[in-house]
């Protein structure tokens, strides 16, 4: 899982590297997000599930609420920062996230807890960390740096 992990923080400091400026602002479609608000949600979101695969972790039972992740992007404030900005906290993010999973050992990876309603174990939340950023790899590969 780690080494997943570390693989993705490659591909995407790769992908963004030789990206300008002014691509920040670029949306691919109309109604879709610009490459700086889908970067911001990608920050966002590896945040909040590294957070529940802590709480989860560490044995909390407590369920943990879904968020809205299309309310969250206009108060991102992404259009504000800098491409480079926003870029360096995703890997800042993914950074944080690996160190978190480098800490767990079998027993917490197997705890077992509820969020956004549905039971999950902490092991399966790495995994969706991992499939998150894989997806927003290929999407931005695809659509805004293609």
Do not use: N
């Not at 992740?69 to 993010?93: K, N, Y």
């Amino acid at each position: 899982m780690v080494h997943l992990l570390e693989v993705q923080r490659e591909q995407c400091r790769a992908l963004l590297a030789g990206v300008p400026e002014s691509q920040a602002g670029f949306s691919y479609a109309p109604g879709k997000w610009t490459l700086a608000e889908s970067l911001v949600h990608v920050s966002d979101t590896e945040r909040v599930f590294a957070y529940r695969l802590l709480r989860i972790a560490r044995g909390d039972r407590t369920p943990l609420p879904g968020f809205e992740q299309d309310d969250w992007v206009p108060q991102s404030r992404s259009t504000r920062r800098t491409l480079s900005d926003i870029v360096t906290e995703l890997l800042a993010c993914r950074e944080a996230t690996l160190a978190l999973v480098r800490s767990l050992d079998d027993e917490a990876i197997a705890q077992r807890g509820i969020a956004s309603g549905v039971e999950v174990s902490a092991r399966a939340l790495v995994w969706m960390l991992a499939g998150h950023m894989g997806h927003h790899i290929t999407l931005t590969r695809d659509k805004y740096c293609g």
